[in-house]
């Protein structure tokens, strides 16, 4: 089930909580609503940064930057939080500059998880740097609601201006059901009294590179053994015991994993055995 398009919406961007520059006359709220321009050209009617290249400074924290490179960042709001699954950004003049999309943690709103993340500098210019796009990056899907968008750009590995007339998030507004959204460390609690074989399926997605990557299902299997077969796991719903979820992949790199089904006979949660 495909639970995005359940009661989906699409929206455009309605203010900003942040910004590294702008250009006078080419202000972030002229990137906000519905799009204003429909063919390619330099235009007041969006935003355009305030230096054509940022200087090349790179932003990004400096434990990233061996992998990370960006000039110029926005962060965008919307008025309804939603299940995103897709991002449309309208780029009017110059374009292929994007070089990673996050929205606030579903662990710690505060905190930003990156959704697209690619870097310029390994990368060839597009044909379409001169065109007007609509740019439509290849998002990890987000399974908790989010109201929020930062959008990072590399004004510095292409040549020229770069401008955005509007933003657009496409998503769901109904919570997805029997689906859990959660980092490789899981733990897993039998219900009380229950022995035997749990299984749950679960698909593992990299969300590196110019598009995101989600594996196969794979079925996890847990055996739960009654006392005194195993003495550090009992049928008892207070015993937690952790998950290996990113077990099977072959040391691939893996940003978050999503539970398909969830076992019948127990609990899953976050973290470790123990944690939360």
């Known amino acids: 089930i495909d639970y995005c398009a359940v009661s989906s919406k699409l929206q455009w961007a309605t ?7 702008e250009y006078v ?4 709220a002229e990137a906000l609503g519905k799009p204003q321009l429909t063919v390619y050209g330099n235009s007041k009617e969006a935003w355009a940064p305030s230096t054509v290249n940022g200087g090349c400074v790179n932003r990004a924290a400096e434990a990233e930057r061996a992998t990370h490179f960006y ?10 939080p939603m299940y995103m699954n897709t991002l449309l950004l309208v780029e009017n003049y110059g374009s292929d500059r994007v070089a990673r999309v996050l ?10 998880k990156p959704i697209y993340v690619r870097n310029l500098r390994e990368l060839e210019e597009l044909d379409s740097v001169h065109k007007f796009t ?3 990056p290849e998002i990890c899907d987000v399974l908790w609601p989010v109201d929020r968008v930062r959008v990072e750009v590399d004004t510095c590995h292409r040549k020229g201006w770069y401008e955005i007339d509007a933003v657009q998030m496409r998503g769901g507004v109904v919570q997805p059901v ?8 899981l733990s897993f609690a039998a219900a009380p009294g229950f022995t035997g074989d749990v299984v749950f399926g679960l698909t593992a997605t990299d969300c590196a590179g110019s598009f995101a990557a989600t594996s196969d299902t794979q079925n996890m299997l847990i055996r739960v053994l009654p006392p005194p077969y195993t003495t550090d ?7 937690w015991v952790p998950v290996d979820a990113a077990a099977g992949y072959n040391g691939s790199r893996v940003d978050h994993v999503r539970v398909l089904r969830l076992p019948r ?12």
């Open 233 to 239: 796991f009992e049928a008892v719903s207070a015993t």
């Open 15 to 21: 203010g900003y909580a942040g910004f590294s520059s």
């Open 178 to 185: 029997n689906v859990l959204n959660a980092t490789t460390r």
């Open 134 to 136: 609509v740019f439509a």
């Open 265 to 276: 006979h127990g609990s899953l949660r976050y973290g470790g055995g123990g944690g939360t």
């Open 25 to 28: 006359g080419y202000e972030v």
């Open 71 to 80: 000039t110029e960042f926005l962060e965008f709001t919307f008025d309804t």
């Open 103 to 112: 929205v606030p943690s579903d662990r710690d709103p505060a905190q930003w």
